[in-house]
């Protein structure tokens, strides 16, 4: 049997419905080439980012807690760089 004959025995098998959406589809990739490819090729990139981003996340290790010191650093820090007027807070470490 020819791959042509077993292609036309799926689309009988399935819902016409189906089959208009596909033909439709079809026809809009014929109509618009470029815009189809641009359209298939943007879908592909935002997956592969969103794909790399979550690969990236399950690499990255976790951030280490601060201890009470450090933590107990960081308020005293801020609290006097909120304290002091502009000009002398910005020569403050952060």
């Avoid at 009988?12 to 589809?25: D, V, Y």
């Avoid at 298939?40 to 996340?57: E, N, P, S």
Wanted: glycine content about 8%.
């Amino acid at each position: 049997m020819s791959p042509q004959m077993q292609h036309g025995d799926r689309r009988s098998q399935g819902s016409p419905r189906a089959f208009s959406l596909s033909e439709s589809s079809l026809e809009l990739v014929e109509d618009y080439p470029f815009s189809s490819t641009l359209l298939a090729f943007g879908v592909g990139l935002g997956v592969g980012v969103l794909i790399g981003q979550t690969i990236a996340a399950t690499l990255r290790p976790e951030p280490q807690p601060l201890s009470r010191l450090d933590s107990l650093s960081q308020q005293v820090c801020d609290a006097v760089r909120n304290a002091v007027p502009e000009a002398i807070a910005r020569h403050l470490p952060r």
